[in-house]
């Protein structure tokens, strides 16, 4: 079956700096690769996504690369702002089964300092 | 567009009492969802659905039921609240061709 492994948090980080978070799944399928974002008290919104094998998705400063070879589509952000404090979900999902659906990580919480 | 909208937004009830929470979406989307949230376990598939008029079991879905009668509405009922079922529920709906799960807001029930 399918299944995501996501790097454990909480993450600790100071304002400016690099971040990353692993993020390897399974599937039976070829599936698309998301990252979700949940602000506090707000449901999971889209953050990017990659739908084919060294896709790079990016958006609000991060990205992540559909690794084919490694299973793997690890979120990368630069450099981190306060505003970034969240959790994120890494889920892939095999577009066109009968199912469609997403398997989530269990989430890493962001917290960033100023 | 309001998307995904769920109803209500936090509850609380005694044991062994009926709730159903309400989930409406505008974006006629066949596939629908319900997922709970709890710390430390992230989000789990209660139940999904993938047209209108049909149902399936997700991951956790004992002391829950749901319905679709039609392809807006999927509410979510536990006919018997226990106090495990205090969870952050969210309903979800997914667009066919990019698989992106489009989320509402959440209902936060807590069961005492």
């Known amino acids: 079956g399918n299944s995501v492994t996501q790097m454990e948090g909480p993450v600790t980080l100071s304002e400016e700096a690099f971040l990353t978070i692993n993020c390897t799944y399974t599937a039976t399928g070829y599936p698309s690769l998301f990252w979700y974002v949940q602000y506090p008290g707000e449901g999971l919104q889209l953050l990017l996504k990659?739908?084919?094998?060294?896709d790079k998705g990016s958006n609000k400063g991060f990205e992540a690369t559909y690794r084919k070879e490694t299973t793997s589509f690890h979120l990368e952000k630069g450099s981190v702002q306060v505003s970034d404090s969240a959790v994120y979900f890494c889920?892939?999902?095999?577009?066109?089964?009968?199912?469609?659906?997403?398997?989530f990580g269990r989430g890493t919480q962001l917290t960033v300092w100023p | 567009i309001a998307g995904i909208t769920q109803a209500p937004t936090s509850q609380i009830l005694a044991a062994g009492r009926r709730m159903t929470l309400r989930c409406t979406q505008d974006m006629r989307h066949n596939a629908m969802y319900w997922y709970r949230q709890d710390l430390g376990l992230g989000l789990r598939l209660i139940h999904y659905s993938n047209t209108a008029g049909t149902t399936g079991k997700g991951e956790v879905p004992d002391g829950y039921s749901v319905s679709r009668a039609n392809t807006d509405d999927f509410p979510l009922t536990l006919a018997s609240a226990v106090p495990s079922q205090t969870s952050v529920y969210f309903c979800?709906?997914?667009?066919?061709?990019?698989?992106?799960?489009?989320f509402g807001e959440g209902s936060r029930l807590t069961v005492l």
């Open positions: 979800a709906s997914s667009d066919p061709d990019s698989g992106e799960l489009f």
């Open positions: 990659a739908t084919k094998a060294d």
């Open positions: 889920a892939p999902n095999e577009r066109g089964s009968t199912l469609g659906r997403l398997y």
